[in-house]
T-cell receptor, first 115, second 115 residues
Framework: DTGVSQDPRHKITKRGQNVTFRCDPI?????LYWYRQTLGQGPEFLTY????????KSRLLSDRFSAERPKGSFSTLEIQRTEQGDSAMYLC?????????????FGQGTRLTVV | AQSVTQPDIHITVSEGASLELRCNYS??????LFWYVQSPGQGLQLLLKYFSGDTLVQGIKGFEAEFKRSQSSFNLRKPSVHWSDAAEYFCAVGAGGGGSYIPTFGRGTSLIVHP
């Protein structure tokens, strides 16, 4: 078990471009979360999957943000038409649904810089 | 809706001194509570968690926290700080149970350790 893996670790993109980030959760973890973290702030919840079902997406920041988890394993977060305000750390976490008392395990994040 | 307040943005202590980081939460039922630590450019690592039972919980790296329902608090403590403890600390509350369980984070407290 190698933990939650995120790719890439860093991404620099020009304003207006689309970007996609990948998250591989801990194997057999049913729940997967995406968070955004800006400088000096705590992680801000974006969306959440249980297996392939996206159960909460109302907190995605705008319709430019979308996430998928097509086979209930890895997930992708896409940002279309990036803006400078999208510059942040994007964190992925996973947890096992079958255990009630468990925490979320975080990856190391993808740092996005929009220039 | 659940929320977390970490009133101290920065805390400075001398190496070897004791530490207490404050956390207050808002949640209607019994919360699940967590403390995470984040080193620069890294993801979040769980220090300790409270789900039920003994209100004083022990974590990794010599940290402990006490759940006080009457004060809606879950303060983190360490009797003797090491220079390697310098990092960002986040308190989080989760709804718990078999429901959505989405951890909500505070803005964090930055710990500075003087030699």
């Amino acid at each position: 078990d190698t933990g939650v893996s995120q790719d890439p670790r860093h991404k620099i993109t020009k304003r207006g471009q689309n970007v996609t980030f990948r998250c591989d959760p801990i194997s057999e973890h049913n729940r997967l979360y995406w968070y955004r973290q800006t400088l000096g702030q705590g992680p801000e919840f974006l969306t959440y999957f249980q297996n392939e079902a996206q159960l909460e997406k109302s907190r995605l920041l705008s319709d430019r943000f979308s996430a998928e988890r097509p086979k209930g394993s890895f997930s992708t977060l896409e940002i279309q038409r990036t803006e400078q305000g999208d510059s942040a750390m994007y964190l992925c976490a996973s947890s096992p649904r079958d255990r009630a008392n468990t925490e979320a395990f975080f990856g190391q994040g993808t740092r996005l810089t929009v220039v | 809706a659940q929320s977390v307040t970490q009133p101290d943005i920065h805390i400075t202590v001398s190496e070897g001194a004791s530490l207490e980081l404050r956390c207050n939460y808002s949640y209607g039922a019994t919360p699940y509570l967590f403390w995470y630590v984040q080193s620069p450019g890294q993801g979040l690592q769980l220090l300790l968690k409270y789900f039920s039972g003994d209100t004083l919980v022990q974590g990794i790296k010599g940290f402990e926290a006490e759940f006080k329902r009457s004060q809606s608090s879950f303060n983190l403590r360490k009797p003797s700080v090491h220079w390697s403890d310098a990092a960002e600390y986040f308190c989080a509350v989760g709804a718990g149970g078999g429901g959505s369980y989405i951890p909500t984070f505070g803005r964090g407290t930055s710990l500075i350790v003087h030699p």
